[in-house]
């Protein structure tokens, strides 16, 4: 997609901090930040289920669950907009990802090791890109 269709979408003007916005997912400048790909790839690979199931509309909880932990990590480490993460997935609405990120926070709080799994996926994203 280019600048100006995302300008359009997304209703801002092309300027500096946009254009940063829009492209920091293919920069490392940051240690944090890492691809939409390598966020996906490391799901896909830990639940071994396709990517066509991650982005479709099924619900069972092998599925779903998987789904949620893509939107938060996208979330938390590209900060992507609820929307653009709702598009991402097959052009699910917004609430639906705020939602999932709800969803997966709450785990997060009351379940430790749900924690340091995330910790675990995360650290296994950035070590395979260096």
């Known amino acids: 997609m ?3 269709a995302h300008a359009r979408f997304n209703d801002r003007k092309i300027d500096i901090a946009f ?3 829009v492209l920091k997912e293919f920069f490392y400048g940051d240690d944090k930040v890492v691809k ?3 966020i996906e790839g490391a799901v896909l690979r830990h639940f ?18 998987p789904r949620q932990i893509c939107m ?3 979330k938390n480490q ?3 907009s ?3 993460i709702g598009n991402y997935f097959g052009n699910k609405k ?9 969803k997966i926070n709450e785990e997060l709080k009351k379940d430790d090791q749900f924690k340091s799994f995330l910790d675990i996926l995360m650290e296994k994203i950035k070590k395979s890109r260096k």
């Open 19 to 21: 254009v940063k916005d």
């Open 78 to 80: 590209l900060d992507w």
């Open 36 to 38: 939409v790909e390598e």
């Open 72 to 74: 938060y990590l996208i």
């Open 94 to 102: 917004h609430t639906t990802v705020i939602f999932a990120i709800k």
């Open 48 to 65: 071994n289920i396709s990517r066509s199931d991650l982005h479709s509309s099924r619900k069972a909880k092998t599925v779903s669950f």
């Open 2 to 4: 280019t600048l100006t």
């Open 82 to 84: 609820y929307q653009q």
